[in-house]
């Protein structure tokens, strides 16, 4: 299974920024789509999510009203929107696919918001 980021990049601050992750899985409507960031000296924070079948999505506290998962499941991809982007969004972001017995995460793509 491969899962392919991209859309990272330098934005300044109140910037947009939508990133993309391509999965190469069968039954990709079958998991859990989640976005995770880590930023240096930081612990991997889960970002959203979005549950499988088309589910209800979640947010964290941080980035709750400007963040917005979705997915395109004829294409097995799922995306986020990040608007009005903050310093402190800088990280690396992964995106992971998740079901019992099965868990997987993409490279990760760098993000970095400039003041």
């Known amino acids: 299974v491969q899962l392919v980021e991209s859309g990272g990049g330098l934005v300044e601050a109140g910037g947009s920024l939508n990133l993309s992750c391509a999965a190469s899985v069968v039954l990709y409507s079958s998991y859990t789509s989640r976005w995770f960031r880590q930023a240096p000296g930081k612990e991997r924070e889960l970002v959203a999510s979005i549950s499988r079948h088309g589910g209800a999505a979640s947010y964290g506290e941080s980035v709750k009203g400007r963040f917005t998962i979705s997915q395109d499941t004829a294409r097995s991809t799922v995306f986020l929107q990040m608007n009005n982007l903050k310093v402190e969004d800088t990280a690396v972001y992964f995106c992971?696919?998740?079901?019992?017995?099965?868990?997987?995460w993409g490279q990760g793509t760098q993000v970095t918001v400039s003041s």
């Open positions: 992971n696919l998740f079901r019992p017995g099965a868990d997987y």
